[in-house]
């Protein structure tokens, strides 16, 4: 096709100019081969990264690069970026998909896996309508058998999906919605106290405590919350093997069943722990973990990525007791909010933490007058499907 044979050449220039690795490429916008990226321009990542306010842990270098060595070693997914006065203003890995819903159907999309919870681009404050109209105009010259652009797991109620939108209608882009959840998050305001007299009833706050005094009677129960590097590695270890000792583990899903998950799990904690992005909290009981949490701080949003405990003190709910732990991040003044990365409907998110984020998908016709008819019919084709579903 048209754009992976457009990839393949803009590989092979990547690896032959000497200017990009020492530098930033110039001002305007670019759509290069991740594998083109160098430390000059991930340090301009990292500032980004720093500043913009819908943060996402997931397109940071420390764990968007681990992701890509590990999902995508040839090298496909472009990194699209706008430079402006020299700074990185907006990022996105983008990448070419030959199949949607399991259907042939090629498309251009915001790259993915499936241990990476939302996709929203990294673009600095006030540049939201500079980014997407260049990321469209590249989109529409480039998109070779492309039906559309998709871009999944955004954040509906925030700037730039808003400027998304005005952006699409302002150059006749057809613009749609094909699916919307509300996931569960925790909102800065009440304190850990009032958030549980607001979500458990006073005789389930009492059973709770029932249930950490009964373990502490039967051995010693040992809280743990860090920042840092320090122990990082068994910190790992242990969480891995936590996890694939439950339902992950004979459902064969669990980190620790891949070697490319457990890989990404091990490079993006470490990245996370030295950009100071990483906390994890566990609890022991007599030396060994019982619940463990690791979360990725992006100020003013936290990401709750990844979770487990053990199944056989199912009935003292060390998972949940973990979570009334967790409450503490409602004190930090520079944190709004916290996604909790769970999906609609989870048994104990979604009773726990009673705030929702609005996350979803949309479709964007690209090119010509005709491919944006195709894709505007296939988008809507798509949003009826998902109503009836609903």
């Known amino acids: 096709m048209a754009f992976i044979e457009d990839l393949a050449g803009m590989g092979a220039q990547a690896s032959s100019d000497p200017a990009c690795p020492a530098r930033p490429p110039s001002d305007g916008f670019t759509a290069l081969p991740w594998t083109k990226f160098d430390d000059g321009l991930v340090s301009c990542w990292q500032a980004l990264s720093s500043e913009t306010p819908v943060p996402n842990p997931f397109y940071e270098p420390w764990y968007l690069l681990p992701a890509l060595r590990q999902f995508d070693p040839q090298g496909l997914c472009r990194l699209a970026t706008l430079i402006a006065d020299g700074k990185l203003i907006g990022l996105m890995p983008l990448a070419f998909e030959r199949r949607y819903h399991g259907h042939p159907i090629p498309h251009l999309a915001n790259w993915s896996h499936d241990n990476q919870f939302f996709g929203a681009p990294l673009i600095a404050a006030g540049y939201e309508r500079a980014f997407w109209h260049a990321l469209l105009d590249w989109a529409s010259r480039h998109c070779g058998s492309a039906l559309f652009l998709h871009l999944a797991t955004l954040a509906l109620e925030s700037e730039p999906f808003a400027a998304l939108g005005e952006v699409c209608a302002e150059r006749g882009n057809p613009f749609r919605v094909v699916h919307r ?73 669990a980190l620790a069943c891949d070697m490319r998950t457990e890989s990404l799990f091990r490079q993006a904690l470490a990245g996370a722990a030295r950009d100071g992005r990483l906390e994890r909290i566990a609890f022991h009981f007599d030396g060994r973990p019982i619940a463990m949490l690791a979360s990725f701080f992006t100020p003013p949003h936290v990401f709750s990525y990844k979770t487990a405990f053990d199944e056989s003190l199912a009935k003292l709910s060390p998972g949940l007791l973990l979570q009334v732990e967790n409450l503490q991040v409602l004190g930090r003044a520079d944190i709004e909010m916290t996604d909790s990365c769970a999906s609609p409907d989870h048994p104990m998110m979604d009773h726990f933490w009673r705030d929702r984020r609005a996350i979803g998908n949309v479709t964007i016709g690209i090119g010509g007058p005709v491919r944006r008819a195709v894709g505007a019919g296939l988008a809507a084709l798509e949003a009826r499907n998902m109503e009836k579903q609903g």
Not at 205 to 231: C, I, M, N, V, Y
Not at 233 to 244: P, T
Not at 246 to 251: L, T
Request: proline letters at 3%; charged letters at 40%.
């Open 181 to 253: 959840e509300k996931r569960a998050a925790l909102d800065a305001g009440p304190t850990p106290d009032q958030h549980l007299a607001a979500c458990l009833t006073k005789k389930r706050r009492k059973e709770l405590d029932r249930k950490r005094r009964r373990l502490e009677e039967l051995g010693a129960l040992e809280f743990s919350r860090h920042t840092d590097e320090a122990g990082l590695d068994d910190w790992i270890d242990h969480f891995l093997a936590l996890e694939r000792a439950g339902w992950k583990g004979e459902a064969d899903s």
